[in-house]
């Protein structure tokens, strides 16, 4: 589960994060309270769940009090378009503002679990205020991670070799070794995926703030944390993810056009490996589920068919759990039931799968049998090309 950033600092400033004095306003009255009672210069920011705000025109300086007036007015209500949100954007529903600051030197700082070393990871790199992927890419020896064991959790010498990696003057180690306890306990408390600011700053004044906050917390972690729940902003949701779970189907939206429904998680990522594979794009991610009811089938179609760019379906069913002549059926009937506009193309396997094709054969809908994956996935291609 994302929150916004002003959300973020709130539970920063709990843990001792040094973040901006700041307020948030959804509408130009509130925001002119908050102005009022920060003094200028402020920065007025969108709250949306996506980065690079600022490159689309979310975020602004303001040194007066009129274009504190003139960047709320642009803010709020604006639809805000950056590379995390997709041609489509986001509406600006709250915008934050926050006390100016002189900023001597901007960093990046993150934590992340790491799988592969059952760790958890700190990340930081002297280049703050950069998409942090691009810095990788060009320039990975300026990335420092330090690894924490869980079990032990961060040591001294952690803290330590963040300091010298960073290059950070001696006097502001004991400062920074703090915020790094802070977020760490932060991390683990709050079951966090990922803890982002991006950029840290060192002020003028040699104060160590964090400018941007970014927190994911673990869905799957929300049963131990009502309050965290109470954080979510069902604005930022994807409509159709967010109807999928009330059907209680795993679905994602993806960019290409092929649209896919498969029962498993680790049978849709290989569907949509194989989809790229014979040329085509995916369009999502949707798992029903190993017992797939003929409901559940037809939710799923009306999701898939929700998006405009889809122009085949594939379906791939191992039936295991749910025999192929009972999924069979449950195509068909879901496929009568949304007035099927587009093709599909269904590849089974498993428990009476000869009887499961012969039901599809004879529909007389546009579903087209498949005799394996890598079949399936050209004939799918095919029909988006």
Not at 159 to 171: E, H, I, S, V
Not at 375 to 382: I, W
């Amino acid at each position: 589960m994302k929150i916004h950033e002003y959300q973020a600092k709130e539970l920063f400033r709990k843990y001792r994060v040094p973040t901006p004095e700041g307020g948030v306003g959804e509408s130009l009255e509130e925001i002119a309270e908050v102005v009022a009672s920060l003094g200028l210069p402020v920065v007025v920011k969108a709250q949306i769940h996506a980065g690079g705000r600022g490159k689309g025109g979310g975020v602004r300086l303001a040194r007066t009090n009129e274009e504190a007036n003139q960047a709320a007015a642009a803010i709020l209500g604006m639809t805000l378009v950056t590379r995390q949100t997709g041609p489509e954007g986001r509406l600006v529903r709250k915008v934050l503002v926050e006390k100016g600051v002189a900023i001597e030197k901007e960093l990046y700082l993150s934590l992340i679990p790491d799988r592969g070393s059952a760790t958890i990871m700190f990340v930081a790199s002297q280049d703050g205020g950069m998409d942090i992927e691009e810095v990788a890419a060009a320039t990975p020896e300026r990335i420092i991670k330090v690894a924490v064991n869980p079990l032990t959790g961060p040591q001294p010498f952690h803290f330590r070799q963040m300091a010298f990696g960073l290059q950070l003057d001696p006097a502001l180690h004991k400062q920074f070794a703090a915020l790094l306890k802070g977020l760490y306990q932060l991390f683990v408390d709050c079951d966090c995926s990922l803890v982002e600011i991006n950029p840290l700053i060192i002020t003028a004044d040699q104060q160590i703030i964090a400018l941007d906050a970014k927190i994911d917390i673990d869905g799957n972690a929300l049963f131990r944390h009502p309050e965290l729940q109470t954080l979510h902003d069902p604005f930022e949701d994807d409509p159709i993810e967010a109807e999928a779970a009330r059907f209680h189907l795993n679905y994602i939206n993806l960019d290409g056009n092929v649209g896919n429904m498969v029962n498993g998680a680790g049978l849709a990522m290989a569907t949509m490996d194989i989809i790229k594979q014979a040329g085509a794009e995916p369009a999502n991610f949707l798992d029903v589920g190993g017992g797939a009811s003929a409901e559940m089938v037809e939710n799923g179609f009306r999701l898939i068919l929700r998006d405009p760019k889809v122009k085949g379906i594939l379906i791939n069913i191992f039936g295991g759990i749910l025999r192929c002549d009972v999924l069979a059926q449950g195509v068909v009937q879901a496929a009568e039931k949304v007035n099927l506009s587009v093709p599909v193309v269904v590849r089974m396997e498993g428990t009476n799968v000869e009887e499961g094709r012969r039901i599809l054969s004879d529909s007389g809908l546009k579903l087209i049998n498949a005799a394996d994956l890598a079949d399936a996935a050209r004939k799918v291609a095919e029909i988006v090309a």
